[in-house]
């Protein structure tokens, strides 16, 4: 195992009926303002009982946070944080919310190019603090200190992380994630299980815990992703969904191991030039990553499909493709179609993504080893 520090300040609230926290989690005299989205919350309730919390509190609001939120979006926010001299930021929604208000907390401090906080990392020395109430639980932004943020203008989706956007708080009621639409349920699962397999499936290093941590988030997904469509008001499908995504990317099992991240930096860019939702992505690219990795990640390939999916017939590279064969088939009971036809994309798709990474010159993995070169043969076995 690896040498680490490890430190995540963030304080959850975890339960039904836990909104109501907000008001002793909000400071007293605080200038607040609620972030969320399109509107699914004040579909589903939560916008009411948000505001019933904040009663006698001084707030104002900010909507229309959309999914893959927008650094031109953002500056709207920041504009009447200054004019109505907000203090406080509550984040309200999903990853896209929560995301875009790490970023808002930080440029809203900030002088000069704000997107230079985004591609230079040029942060401020604090940020705005903010509490979130996550109402889809996918990215783990409400217990992480990640956010992604794309720039409309030149269709550039990037990610940044610094220690000054861990949420103060984050309120986890599994209830507000009732009304999720089926594309948003298998969403969240799909991005759960990549972001543990991001930390999870590159090459042992002795990290028994890790290992037996991620093995086991991978298991509530398998064995709750499903009931959650089939069954839509399950109160401890939906609990132990949303607790295994926050821990998925909360930091706790990357802490001494090799990380990959390719799926994720290839995914990203199939959003950032066609709009496929993240976790659509995700879905295309990872079993072309385990594929064409399958030599360097075969003793992980092996304890995975050993352990989560029950694999033990057959040889080792009979067993390495079986689990990598059940990865695709998992995300495919949930209805997420893991080829690039399935969202009307052929090889100019391809093209124009490797042509972006050999322009950054980035190189991926674990290993370091992917080239733009098997970025395109990884892509070339989705089609
Ligand atoms: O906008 P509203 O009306 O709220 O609707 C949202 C949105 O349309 C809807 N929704 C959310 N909660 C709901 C609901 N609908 C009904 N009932 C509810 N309870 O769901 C749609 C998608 O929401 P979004 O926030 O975009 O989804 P998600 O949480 O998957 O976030 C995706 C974003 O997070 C980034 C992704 O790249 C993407 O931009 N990521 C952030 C990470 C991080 N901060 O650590 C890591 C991830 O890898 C990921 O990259
Ligand atoms: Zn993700």
Redesign the pocket.
């Known amino acids: 195992m690896k040498n680490f520090t490890y430190s995540n300040p963030v304080k959850i609230i975890f339960g039904k009926n836990t909104i109501p926290a907000l008001a002793v989690e909000i400071p007293k005299n605080a200038r607040t303002l609620i972030l969320?989205?399109?509107?699914?919350?004040k579909r589903?309730g939560?916008y009411d009982q948000v505001i019933e919390t904040l009663n006698g509190k001084i707030h104002f609001e900010f909507s229309g946070?959309?999914?893959?939120?927008e650094y031109e979006t953002c500056l709207k926010a920041i504009e009447l944080i200054r004019e109505k001299n907000i203090d406080f930021l509550l984040a309200v929604?999903?990853?896209?919310?929560?995301?875009a208000t790490k970023f808002i907390a930080l440029a809203s401090q900030a002088e000069g190019d704000l997107w230079e906080i985004v591609t230079k990392y040029k942060y401020p020395y604090k940020a705005m603090p903010f509490g979130t109430v996550l109402?889809?639980p996918?990215?783990?932004?409400e217990m992480?200190c990640?956010?992604?943020i794309?720039k409309a203008e030149t269709h550039d989706?990037k990610?940044f992380n610094t220690p000054l956007v861990f949420p103060r708080f984050s309120i986890l009621d599994p209830e507000?994630?009732y009304?999720?639409?089926a594309r948003?349920i298998a969403?969240?699962v799909i991005?759960t299980f990549v972001?543990t397999t991001e930390q999870y499936l590159t090459y042992p290093v002795g990290g028994a815990l890790q290992d037996y941590f991620s093995e086991a988030i991978l298991k509530v997904l398998v064995k709750n992703g499903e009931q959650a469509l089939k069954v839509p008001k399950n109160y401890e499908v939906r609990a132990n969904l949303m607790w295994a995504s926050t821990w998925g990317?909360n930091g706790w099992i990357a802490q001494g191991v090799p990380e990959d991240w390719a799926t994720?930096m290839i995914g990203?860019e199939l959003?950032a030039f066609f709009g496929l939702d993240?976790?659509q992505t995700l879905a295309i690219v990872l079993p072309g990553v385990l594929d064409v990795m399958h030599e360097e990640k075969a003793d992980k390939l092996l304890q995975m499909g050993e352990r989560v999916f029950g694999i033990s017939e057959g040889n080792k590279e009979e067993r390495v493709f079986a689990a990598i064969h059940s990865v695709d088939s998992f995300f495919r009971g949930m209805g997420v179609g893991t080829h690039l036809s399935n969202y009307g994309l052929g090889k100019e798709a391809i093209d124009k993504v490797v042509e972006r990474f050999r322009e950054r010159g980035w190189i991926l993995g674990e290993h370091q080893n992917i080239t733009p070169e098997m970025v395109e043969k990884i892509l070339i076995k989705r089609l």
Request: aromatic letters at 2%; proline letters at 4%.
């Open positions: 969320y989205g399109g509107g699914s919350i589903n939560v946070i959309g999914a893959n939120p929604g999903g990853g896209s919310v929560i995301d109402t889809l996918a990215t783990g932004s992480n990640n956010a992604v794309t989706k990610s507000t994630t009304s999720l639409p948003q969403n969240g991005d972001h990317l994720h990203h959003t993240h976790a």
